[in-house]
């Protein structure tokens, strides 16, 4: 996305996740990754969060982080001073992942 940096912070392994990435296709357009076998901890840890802002170069307070775990994911980044959206892969109803981030980034710009 233009203007912004791009992150994925992980549980997982920094092979398997830099493989999905690749495989996907979308390696080239994260800015970082950061791994638990690689920076130490785990989600929830708020070092966690801590760590990937600081890898970013961003403050916490201008990270939005997007992920599928209420604990884990959107409650762990607010306590890290981020903001956090819960993407519900279960929902029926609703917009997209995208219009979501795109939504969410929008406010954020107010």
Avoid: W
Wanted: with cysteine.
């Amino acid at each position: 996305m233009q203007g912004y940096r791009i992150g994925v912070l992980t549980n997982g392994t920094e092979t398997q996740q830099v493989d999905k990435l690749r495989r996907t296709g979308l390696l080239d357009a994260v800015d970082v990754v950061c791994t638990s076998e690689r920076i130490g901890v785990q989600k929830p840890d708020r070092r966690a969060f801590e760590t990937l802002s600081a890898e970013l170069g961003v403050e916490s307070s201008g990270c939005l982080f997007v992920g599928d775990s209420v604990a884990h994911d959107v409650e762990a980044a607010r306590a890290a001073g981020m903001h956090g959206l819960l993407i519900d892969h279960e929902a029926q109803d609703g917009p997209d992942m995208e219009t979501m981030v795109l939504t969410a980034l929008a406010d954020r710009r107010g």
